[in-house]
């Protein structure tokens, strides 16, 4: 199987996991196919993922406009010429610009290769992101299925991706991350293509029904 998916490798995913799961097959015949949406790698995609974190989707952008705005080129070093107050204006919380300037230092510094980071496999490249403050298991695999485009990342703990599953599958309830788990075994190894579909599924479906779901749709 391709390391990195591309539109084909998406595409064979996509008719595997139709082939193999009724309801994903009945999403992708009413919606239509998910677009290959990526990042490029790097500082910037994680600390944009960083700045994601607990916000919506418009809030977060809006904050990552005013980064780019006012730093130009993203980089280590660029960022952490910002002090305290700077990054407030920007929309960045303190919890959030102390992640982002340890992450930047430690890019930086060396301590934190991310070129050595995209030639492992998955678990290893989740468990070197996830040693830095900040960056938890969501963070990690939001990275590696953007800016990597691994093709079975399984982000369970994104509240979209519970919600689009939970709709598919006619639950009552939204499964917690346990469930998905389960629920994910049958989708190896387009486990990044069922969650591409199911955030899909979320956007044209379910974020416009009255369900008491919220989601960090990515």
Sequence with gaps: ?????????MKIG???LAAA????????????????RTRSGGFSALLQIIVDQQLSVASAHAIWKRIEGALGEVTPEAYLALDAEGARAL?????????????????AGGRLDLARVHRME???????????KGIGRWTAEIYLLSAMARPDVWPVD??????AAGHAKGLETRPDRKELLVMGEAWRPWRAVAAR????HFRHTVSSR?????????
């Design 1 to 9: 199987m391709a390391r990195r998916l591309t539109r084909t490798s």
């Design 91 to 107: 929309g960045m919380s303190r919890g959030k610009h102390g992640y982002a300037c340890g992450l930047a230092e430690a890019i």
């Design 210 to 218: 009255p369900i008491p779901y919220t989601a960090a749709e990515q």
């Design 197 to 200: 579909l199911l955030w899909h």
């Design 21 to 36: 799961d009724p309801d994903l097959a009945r999403i992708r015949e009413t919606i239509g196919d998910p677009p290959l």
């Design 158 to 163: 994104d509240l979209a991706i519970q919600a």
């Design 122 to 132: 998955d678990e290893d490249a989740i468990a070197a992101l996830v040693e830095l």
């Design 14 to 16: 996509l008719d595997a």
